[in-house]
């Protein structure tokens, strides 16, 4: 049994639900990950909106542990997050800063220095990787240096992975319930026949749905996630613009009795082909791969060869964003060779 | 004359003038054609082509036709009376009556190769939304699409969302 590995030092920009998470996995499984990859990750530096802390040797858990539990950190340290990022040396940086879909800051400018400096980065923000994806990869390229991103869609669900192993596979099209909140809302209107206010009123006081839920409801964050698959899977260069929007909220329970009587049920659902970038409610069958219930996200991917492909897991959620950035961060140690 | 929509299958050998050698019979007896798909895809094991034919033709000639056609050699398959082989629901969302949901229903009666063959409704109250359910039959798949295309491009006019199949 090994018991030290490859050093892998990390920054955490963004210390929030995400990141606090992330540090938190670290530490609960910093044996194993040592034990099972030989790699022994260090959090050199993390920000926040208040400020930077910084320890090249490796921040010390118990202190990480009291940050992730005042979901604060204190800074001890003037320097910036992009300092952090430029100056401090380490492998990888782990973007978790809140998105913006307008700007994509500052997670963009975050990314463009991390990549520019030679770093591997890992991130939960679907702004800059739905705004600037091929400029990022571009970036990415020529530094060589590894842009993950599998949190920005369908959070646990490994879809972009998913589709990577697929090679030799044309992907025709994905499609698939990507917004835990929406579906969330639209299952609870469907067995207990409820209005729509209702159910997301109930979301929000379970904390599935944010106080301010437009960004779900209106479907806006299914197009982003759509957005990002076009880029990354289909090569499209598509912006927001391109993608035909539908939300939920006009959505009644008499439509989903009848969607009922006649053996369906109805989701907000994601398309995305080189034809067609849509997000629209739509009659599910009874009974269909895609319809799962609750939070649960779905999407099927079809390919020339292996034919339709689902997948299924929980969407929403610090935890499992967490847990695709984990998942991110380790693919780049094994085959970047970090261990 | 009592007029009928017919839909008719048909084997073309694959070279050129079979086709207007196969329709002129449906016109010289009155018929109006409606759609004609070609199945180029589907040819036979002796490499005939699969044609279907929808047309409208008074009930009484659809007789004679047939025999002109196999006079002519043309191979008739099948002579279908339940014309319309493919259908969908969709679901209506809005004010739905206020609007006036016939021209609705006849956006699609009127194509010719589809027909709304049920409707459902649930109207909760008085200057609340309503809710409709609407099955369309079309004489195939591809006019059925063309026939969802139509009705959402009412519905969108009127505001009323639509909601159709994946």
């Known amino acids: 049994m090994?018991?030290?590995g490859k050093v892998v030092r990390i920054t955490i920009i963004g210390f929030g639900n995400v990141g606090g998470c992330v540090a938190e996995v670290l530490m609960r499984r910093r044996e194993a990950f040592i034990r099972e990859y030989g790699i022994d990750f260090r959090v050199v530096g993390v920000a926040d909106a208040k400020g930077v802390f910084v320890s090249e040797d490796g921040i010390k858990w118990d202190i990480l542990r009291s940050f992730r539990e005042r979901h604060s950190i204190s800074r001890n340290t003037d320097m910036s997050a992009l300092e952090l990022i430029e100056d401090v040396e380490h492998d990888i940086v782990v973007e978790a800063t809140p998105t913006n879909l307008k700007s994509g800051e500052p997670g963009l400018s975050h990314i463009i220095a991390a990549l520019r400096a030679s770093r591997h980065v890992v991130t939960s923000n679907k702004g800059p990787v739905a705004l600037k994806y091929d400029e990022l990869m571009n970036i990415a390229d020529?530094?060589?240096?590894q842009l993950r991103f599998e949190a920005t869609v369908g959070g646990a669900m490994p879809l972009i992975s998913l589709i990577q192993n697929l090679e030799g596979n044309e992907v025709t099209a994905i499609k698939g319930v990507l917004n835990g909140t929406c579906n969330y809302i639209?299952?609870?209107?469907?067995?207990?026949?409820?209005?729509?206010?209702?159910?997301l009123r109930e979301a929000q006081a379970l904390g599935i749905a944010e106080s301010d839920p437009s960004q779900d409801i209106s479907g806006e964050d299914t197009a982003v996630k759509l957005v990002i698959l076009a880029n990354a899977v289909f090569h499209m260069k598509a912006s927001l613009d391109d993608v035909s929007v539908q939300g939920i909220s006009e959505i009644t329970p008499e439509a989903l009795k009848l969607a009922d009587d006649a053996g369906y049920t109805?989701?907000?659902v994601g398309e995305v082909s080189r034809e067609r970038l849509e997000v629209a409610p739509r009659l599910v069958l009874k009974g269909d791969p895609l319809d799962v219930r609750g939070t649960l996200n779905v999407a099927t991917v079809k390919t020339d060869i292996a034919g339709d492909i689902t997948i299924v897991g929980k969407g929403a959620g610090p935890k499992e964003a967490a847990s695709a950035v984990l998942s991110d961060m380790l693919k780049i140690c094994t085959?970047?060779?970090l261990r | 004359m009592r007029a009928m929509k017919i839909s008719l299958d048909i084997e073309l050998k694959d070279i050129p003038g079979q086709l207007v050698h196969a329709l002129k019979p449906i016109s010289e007896l009155g018929g109006n054609i409606i759609s004609v798909l070609h199945h180029h895809n589907r040819k036979t094991p002796l490499g005939n082509i699969?044609?279907?034919v929808v047309f409208e033709i008074d009930e009484r000639n659809v007789e004679t036709l047939v025999q002109r056609l196999k006079r002519r050699g043309v191979s008739v398959l099948r002579v279908g009376r339940e014309?319309?082989?493919?259908?969908?629901?969709?679901?209506?969302?809005?004010?739905i009556v206020h609007s006036d949901i016939r021209d609705l229903i006849d956006s699609i009666d009127s194509t010719g190769f589809a027909e709304v063959v049920k409707l459902s409704l649930e109207m909760p109250a008085i200057d609340m939304k309503s809710s409709a359910s609407l099955t369309i039959s079309a004489v195939n798949e591809d006019k059925l699409n063309e026939a969802m295309e139509i009705l959402g491009d009412v519905a969108r006019k009127k505001g009323i969302m639509m909601i159709s199949p994946i």
Do not use: N
């Open chain 2, 83 to 95: 014309r319309l082989r493919s259908s969908k629901i969709v679901i209506l969302i809005g004010h």
């Open chain 1, 266 to 268: 109805i989701k907000l």
């Open chain 2, 50 to 52: 699969p044609v279907q």
């Open chain 1, 142 to 145: 020529a530094k060589g240096v």
């Open chain 1, 335 to 337: 085959t970047e060779k």
């Open chain 1, 186 to 199: 639209l299952t609870r209107m469907y067995e207990e026949k409820i209005p729509f206010e209702h159910a």
């Open chain 1, 2 to 4: 090994r018991q030290s």
